[in-house]
C-alpha cells in the first residue's frame, strides 16, 4: 500500500527528496515513518510524522531532513540535504495510527524500499 520512490545516486553534499505514496487516504488516519537500513545494520527510524504534523528525526539527520505531507496526494516526503557517505542504505516508509509504533519501527510488513547511494 506504500511505495517509496526517488532514490538514486548522489554526490556528498547533494540532496534527495524521497516520496511516499498511498494507494488511498491513509495518511489521514496515520502516522508516518521514514526508516532506512543500511548493509549489515538493522533497520533505524529516520523522521516520522504524526496526524497533527508533528516530527521527529534521528540524532543524524537532524538539520539535515525535512518530513512532510501532501494529504491531498496521499504522498509524504523526506527531504534529505548534505549527504553524507553514510546515509546510504535501503529507505523504507510505513503508517501506524499509534505514534509509538511508528517511532519503533515495528511493522509486520514492509513495502520495496528505494536505495539511497551517496558517493565520496
Known amino acids: 500500500q506504500l511505495q517509496a520512490s526517488g532514490g538514486g545516486l548522489v554526490q556528498a553534499g547533494g540532496s534527495l527528496r524521497l516520496s511516499c505514496a498511498a494507494s488511498g487516504s491513509i495518511f489521514r488516519k496515520n502516522s508516518v515513518g521514514w526508516y532506512r537500513q543500511a548493509p549489515g545494520k538493522e533497520r533505524e527510524l529516520v523522521a516520522a510524522?504524526?496526524?497533527?504534523?508533528?516530527?521527529n528525526y534521528a540524532d543524524s539527520v537532524k538539520g539535515r531532513a525535512t518530513i512532510s505531507r501532501d494529504i491531498a496526494k496521499n504522498t509524504v516526503y523526506l527531504q534529505m540535504n548534505s549527504l553524507k557517505p553514510e546515509d546510504t542504505a535501503v529507505y523504507y516508509c510505513?503508517?501506524?495510527?499509534?505514534?509509538?509504533?511508528?517511532?519503533?519501527?515495528?511493522?509486520?510488513?514492509w513495502g520495496q524500499g528505494t536505495l539511497v547511494t551517496v558517493s565520496s
Open positions: 510524522i504524526t496526524l497533527s504534523g508533528s516530527t
Open positions: 510505513n503508517a501506524d495510527p499509534r505514534w509509538r509504533t511508528v517511532l519503533a519501527g515495528v511493522f509486520g510488513s
